[in-house]
């Protein structure tokens, strides 16, 4: 249930970036900016549902410190930072940067989401959570 949801939700976020990297690699820059809005929100949104309830739900159980949970958090904040960048560049009309950090949070993006998808995900379908409930309260997260 939460491996299928969130699993989801990462496929809707690289379509939200597909069309964005289309219009950098074509200069077509109103369309950029345009398309980076629902592209950012999508991400923050993801990023969160985890931050703010799925993660939470998981520490109750196997307990916070440097483990994996970790990880992602410091990872999420690096793809923040990347994202942000990547808006700069837009705005900058700067092709060059905007294809590079785009190139970056692609890569960044999808060795987390492997994580995720593989360990984290599994991990959380195997504790005694309300997977329900869990996916009612991150339906509802706002970005
Ligand atoms: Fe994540
Ligand atoms: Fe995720």
Known sequence: MIQEFMTRDHRECDALYAP????ISKGEWDRALELFVPFKRGMLRHFAMEEEVLFPAMEEF???GEGP??????EHNQIRSI??????????KDQQKALGYGETFMIM?????????QI???MA????????????KMEGVEP
């Open 20 to 23: 964005l990297e289309e219009a």
């Open 62 to 64: 196997v307990g916070g």
């Open 69 to 74: 949970i970790y990880v992602m958090k410091m």
């Open 83 to 92: 994202i942000n960048s990547l808006g700069e560049a837009i705005e900058a």
């Open 109 to 117: 993006t999808q060795q987390h989401n492997m994580k995720e998808e």
């Open 120 to 122: 984290l995900y599994p």
């Open 125 to 136: 379908e195997q504790l005694p959570l309300d997977q329900n409930g869990i996916v009612e």
